[in-house]
């Protein structure tokens, strides 16, 4: 049995379309086995196919800028430090000196405890501050600590908060306790806004990957995210395609957009624009916007900065010029 | 929410590739002739261009290759041990691969099809099938048919124009692995690319008379599949004319395959895949411009999933791009042939007079040059479906 997608354009999660999706644990069970499932030859062909598109000369340069305004530059590492962060905000707001004409990126994203240094250092700058949140990567920890964490992350002025879902719940099918635990993040969250990351490299295949980005749409995630970056594979085309299904699926439903974002993996400017043509021709080209898609990354920028070099100059820049971040 | 526009830029691949000759000639016994038929111009379907004039064989010239194939086959090929004959095969397979962007330049030059199909199908897959073939050459006693097979003799065969290397080379390979020598009659249309693999032939060494290529519309092909001198015809094409060889070949003895036009139904059930079904429609009836003999021509959906079934389908066609088939982001290019697009047209127009207003698609189509993406000669039809009001209608179901 296949749940079609209805009609009504509302609201989506408890009071909307889908109120009877989420009444229980049976009904979100019912519902999210009924979604059409993905058949994984077919959605690789796809992306297959959409990797060979030829992006060159004004629409290569057009991409390379969508793709930096969509970054979300990333640090999450343990030896992380204030003097760390502040000089990623500083390539943040301004990626590329030589060219200030360079869009700057559409966040910095680091640990809770590190989200005022950023908002600090990025204060007036338009770029968004972007804390993981919820026992980050794994998730293991007690409701009662993930909304603690969250709540530090909030405090220190983080505008977006990316959390992680439950995967051992996801996994043995306990789909009401992960809606519960977005739904109630969500509420701590507060006016920032919510990434929800399925962490798609631990899920069981494409069928999960559906499934578990209904679920976080359900529970009102603002952005469905691929990944933690901790866990390979993280982004690759297929998944992203099938998330990218999803939303536009969910704004068919509803009227609503909601967002994606492609994190772990996307090292090259190649990659970054397979994902835009991606974008481009799966959900439509409203998704082309850092509102609605981002990429989770710290050495795509380089590439995209060499890149774009490379296309007004002629030439590439060595890698001393431009490093990874 | 207003999101920038992003249009692709041009990514022609270079016409240059295609080493394209003035001129191009029948090839028979060995050599390339002056056929004594009336020489044809091929065109460039994308811009309705002369690409070259081609030389046409005339009934000699038919009767000259049979006996050509008839010798090659009683003194050389037919002889020959399954390993040598591989030798052959698996040299021209390889230069086909080597040759493959200029094949594919060629072919999209000739065809109309898009490059990407070109090169990532056609090209590709015809050189694998030669690979494939040339393995068997030596495995014969094998392949089920007995200890010791005997190859057939020789064979006359007309393909036709939408996989038009890649139909040679389906013709060319199990014949020769097995021992037969070829009479090939291509496409009046795209003759271009099964000349030049003759050519590849020819500088692989193959003994003359093995293969012989006589370019011509349908009386060269009549000519060729009503010669007595062959011991069997294998023709691609349509129905009607498959039909008429059918009649001429009964009671002679000569054994004869005919591959037709089938066209197909996609079926869509409510358990299936729903996005991937999609694009397996799409795939199914907008790959090669839908000029596939297997081509999903009509589609039969469960009704509890229509609705939401052909929202899906319609905005996917809406994603593909219709234009020169050189550039490396065309998924649909040109129709190879005038008589070919008035018969879409005359379609499109009969599935409008089924079901006027009966979806988006209609009001797309048909055939109007595409006014946003240029280039577009009058060889160009937009993608579309309808909805049919009976089963029995001619367009959709057709």
Known sequence: MTTTVPAPRAAGGRDGAFAAAVRDDASLRRFLHGLPGVDHVGVERRSATLATRSIKKESKLQALDMAISMIDLTTLEGADTPGKVRSLCAQARRPDPDHPEVPSVAAVCVYPDLAGVAVEALRGSGVAVAAVATAFPSGRSSRAVKLADTALAVEGGAGEIDMVIDRGAFLTGRYGAVYDEIVAVKEACGSAHLKVILETGELAGYDDVRRASWLALLAGADVIKTSTGKVSPAATLPVVQVMLQAVRDWHRATGEHRGVKAAGGIRTAKDAIRHLVAVHEIAGADWLTPELFRFGASALLGDLLRQRRTQLEGHYTDRDHIGGA | ?398
Request: with cysteine; hydrophobic share 40%.
């Open chain 2, 1 to 398: 929410m207003a999101a920038p526009s992003w249009e692709y830029a041009p990514a022609p691949e270079s016409a240059a590739l295609a080493n394209l000759k003035p001129a191009y000639r029948p090839f028979v016994d060995g050599e390339f002739v002056d056929g004594g038929g009336e020489p044809l111009k091929t065109l460039n379907p994308a811009t309705e261009e002369v690409l070259a004039e081609v030389g046409t064989a005339s009934t000699e010239d038919v009767d000259r290759a049979v006996a050509a194939a008839r010798r090659a086959y009683e003194q050389v090929w037919g002889p020959m041990p399954g390993a040598e004959r591989a030798k052959y095969l698996f040299r021209i397979a390889r230069v086909v691969a080597e040759r493959a962007r200029e094949l594919a330049v060629l072919e999209t030059l000739d065809n109309g099809k898009p490059i990407r199909e070109s090169r990532d199908v056609d090209v590709p897959t015809a050189s694998a099938h030669l690979f494939h073939h040339a393995g068997w050459a030596d495995k014969l006693g094998y392949a089920g048919l007995g200890p010791d097979p005997r190859p057939v003799g020789v064979v006359g065969s007309v393909i036709p124009w939408n996989f038009p290397l890649l139909m040679a080379a389906w013709k060319i390979g199990p014949a020769l692995a097995c021992g037969n020598t070829i009479v090939l009659k291509p496409a009046e249309t795209t003759p271009l690319t099964a000349l030049v693999l003759a050519e590849i032939a020819a500088d692989a060494g193959l003994p003359p008379g093995v293969l012989n290529v006589l370019p011509g519309a349908g009386d060269v092909g009549a000519a060729v599949v009503g010669h007595d001198g062959l011991d069997k015809v294998a023709f691609t094409g349509s129905t009607d004319v498959g039909k008429e060889i059918q009649r001429r070949l009964a009671g002679t003895g000569r054994r004869l395959t005919l591959e037709l036009g089938g066209k197909a139904a996609n079926i869509v059930y409510d358990d299936a895949p729903l996005d991937q079904a999609v694009d397996g429609v799409v795939d199914g009836i907008f790959f090669n411009q839908g000029h596939v003999c297997c081509a999903g021509s009509r589609l039969l959906v469960q009704e509890s999933i229509e609705q939401e079934f052909m929202e899906l389908l319609h905005a996917r066609i809406e994603t593909l791009r219709v234009g020169d088939p050189l550039d490396k982001n065309t998924d649909v290019g040109a129709i190879n042939s005038r008589p070919q697009l008035d018969k879409i047209v005359d379609l499109a127009a009969a599935g409008d007079a089924e079901a006027p207003g009966a979806g988006p698609a209609p009001a797309r189509c048909p055939n109007a040059a595409s006014s946003s993406r240029p280039p577009c000669s009058p060889a160009w039809s937009r993608p579309c479906a309808w909805r049919a009001r009976r089963s029995s209608a001619r367009c959709s179901p057709c």
